[in-house]
């Protein structure tokens, strides 16, 4: 089993920035793909960010592409999102995800949900204009 944390959410106003983290527990944190989704009221669930297990390779959506950043230290079992250049469409509520069974980096696997068995609790980013 494993359990994930998230904290680093709040209330920032357009251009500014926010880290997120997301601590994991368990002892085989560097084998799990990660993945940050957000859900915005009346939205579907999206991927915004994964990393691969060293995070050598990471996926963005291109909404965030060039503003979000994420990185992990698998010595610390935790992964982050850096956010910046904020926008009020970035409000949402942020939940990190592991994938423990995949074994290859697929992109199709990061961008679906149901690849990811473990997820967290969720943080909420509200961007004002």
């Known amino acids: 089993q494993v359990q994930l944390v998230e904290s680093g959410g709040g209330l920032v106003q357009a251009g500014g920035s926010l880290r997120l983290s997301c601590a994991a527990s368990g002892r085989t944190f560097s084998s799990y793909v990660m993945g940050w989704f957000r859900q915005a009221p009346g939205k579907e669930r999206e991927v915004v960010a994964a990393?691969?297990?060293?995070?050598?390779?990471?996926y963005y959506a291109d909404s965030v592409k060039g503003r979000l950043t994420i990185s992990r230290d698998n010595a610390k079992n935790t992964v982050y999102l850096q956010m910046n250049s904020l926008r009020p469409a970035d409000t949402a509520v942020y939940s990190c995800a592991a994938d423990p069974d995949s074994t290859v980096w697929d992109i199709i696997a990061v961008v679906t949900t149901t690849a990811y068995e473990y997820w967290g609790q969720g943080t909420q980013v509200t961007v004002s204009s």
């Open positions: 990393s691969s297990w060293s995070g050598g390779r990471t």
